[in-house]
C-alpha cells in the first residue's frame, strides 16, 4: 500500500480535500431565547451542560431574555463552554459581549448576550439603539468580522419583542437598518431573534404594515411554517432571521437556516429541554471565504487529472 505522500497529485488532492471539508463545515449564527436566564437556573448543571452542546455548535450565538446583571450565569456557561474545549480537544475558545439590563419594568429587565468564538469571529463593534418609545428591549447592535465567510463584515441586530408590540417594533426593524448602515457604512445587516413573529401576535394581515416585509430587499430566512416551540400545544414561527440586501443573501448557505431541535438531534427528553427554555435555537450557515470557494474549481481539476492519470 502506498500513502497519499507516495504521489505528487494525489498528496495535493488529499491536501485541497482536507481544507475544502473544513471550509464546508459553515460559519453558523445561532439565536436562542433561553427563557429567564439567571443565576439560578445556571446554578443547574443539567441546564449548562445541555446549554454547553447547543452554544458550541455556532460560531456567534445570540441568547435572549438573560437576566444576569451580575455575569454570574454568563460566566457558568462561558467557562463550561471553555472547559468542553479541553475535553473534545476542540480548538475554539468562546468570549461574550452583553448588553445592559433593558425594559421599562424593574421586574422585568433583559439582557442580550452575544457568545461567539475567538479563532472564527472578531467583535469590531457595538452599539446600544436609543429608539425612544420604539421599543421594550431595544436592539444591541453588533458588528462582526470573519475570514472564514464570504462576507467579511456583517451587523447583527438582535430583538426579543414585547408581544403586546410586536407588529409595531418589528416594523421598526427598518429604522434601525437605516440609523446603524449609515453608521458603519455596512448594509449587510441580519436580524434575529425571538420576534414573536407568528400566531396571535403576528398574523398574514399584519405583513402590510411591516417595512421588513413590504421592502422586497429583506429575506426572512425562517419562514411561516416553521414551529419555534417545544411544546405540541403551540405550532408558532416566534424566532426569526431575516438579513437585507443581495450581497448578504448569497453569503448564506441555501436551505441553511433552520430550527434545531435538539430533543430530536441529541435525543433528549422534552422535559430536559423544557428545563433550559420553551422555544428552541434557530441558525443560519454563512458560506466560507471567496478564497475557499475559489479552491472548488481547482479541486475538480485535481480529481481530473488523477483520474486521467490512472
Ligand atoms: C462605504 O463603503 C463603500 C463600499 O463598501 C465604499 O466604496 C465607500 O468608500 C465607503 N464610504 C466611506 C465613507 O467609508
Not at 432571521?241 to 448578504?248: K, M, N, R, S, T
Not at 420553551?278 to 475559489?294: C, N, Y
Amino acid at each position: 500500500m502506498r500513502g497519499p505522500s507516495s504521489h505528487p497529485v494525489l498528496l495535493l488532492l488529499f491536501l485541497t480535500l482536507s481544507v475544502w471539508t473544513a471550509a464546508a463545515s459553515g460559519f453558523r449564527i445561532c439565536s436562542y431565547n433561553v427563557q429567564n436566564f439567571n443565576r439560578n437556573k445556571a446554578s443547574n448543571y443539567r441546564v449548562i451542560h445541555t446549554l454547553t452542546r447547543v452554544v458550541s455548535r455556532c460560531d456567534i450565538c445570540l441568547l435572549q431574555d438573560v437576566r444576569d446583571p451580575e455575569s454570574k450565569a454568563v460566566k457558568a456557561l462561558l467557562s463550561s463552554l471553555n472547559r468542553e474545549t479541553d475535553r473534545y480537544e476542540d480548538e475554539y475558545h468562546y468570549k461574550s459581549v452583553s448588553s445592559e439590563a433593558l425594559g421599562k419594568s424593574a421586574d422585568d429587565m433583559q439582557q442580550y448576550v452575544f457568545i461567539y468564538r475567538t479563532q472564527t469571529a472578531t467583535l469590531t463593534d457595538q452599539y446600544q439603539y436609543r429608539g425612544g418609545q420604539s421599543f421594550i428591549r431595544e436592539p444591541f447592535i453588533v458588528q462582526f468580522e470573519s475570514k472564514d465567510t464570504m462576507i467579511k463584515k456583517f451587523i447583527l441586530v438582535p430583538l426579543h419583542t414585547d408581544p403586546s408590540q410586536a407588529v409595531q417594533e418589528i416594523d421598526r426593524l427598518y429604522d434601525v437598518f437605516t440609523e446603524v448602515s449609515k453608521k458603519w457604512n455596512n448594509t449587510n445587516v441580519m436580524f434575529l431573534g425571538d420576534f414573536h413573529a407568528a400566531c396571535a401576535y403576528m398574523t398574514r394581515a399584519d405583513k402590510k404594515n411591516i417595512r421588513l416585509f413590504t421592502n422586497t430587499k429583506f429575506s426572512w430566512l425562517i419562514r411561516d411554517k416553521v414551529d419555534t416551540t417545544v411544546t405540541d400545544d403551540t405550532n408558532c414561527a416566534y424566532d426569526r432571521i431575516v438579513v437585507y440586501g443581495e450581497p448578504f443573501l448569497k453569503a448564506i448557505r441555501p436551505f441553511s437556516a433552520k430550527v434545531y431541535n435538539f430533543a430530536k438531534e441529541l435525543k433528549l427528553p422534552r422535559s430536559k429541554v423544557l428545563q433550559v427554555s420553551d422555544h428552541f435555537p434557530v441558525e443560519v450557515k454563512l458560506r466560507s471565504s471567496a478564497l475557499l470557494l475559489q479552491a472548488t474549481p481547482l479541486l475538480i481539476l485535481l480529481v481530473q487529472t488523477f483520474l486521467s492519470a490512472l
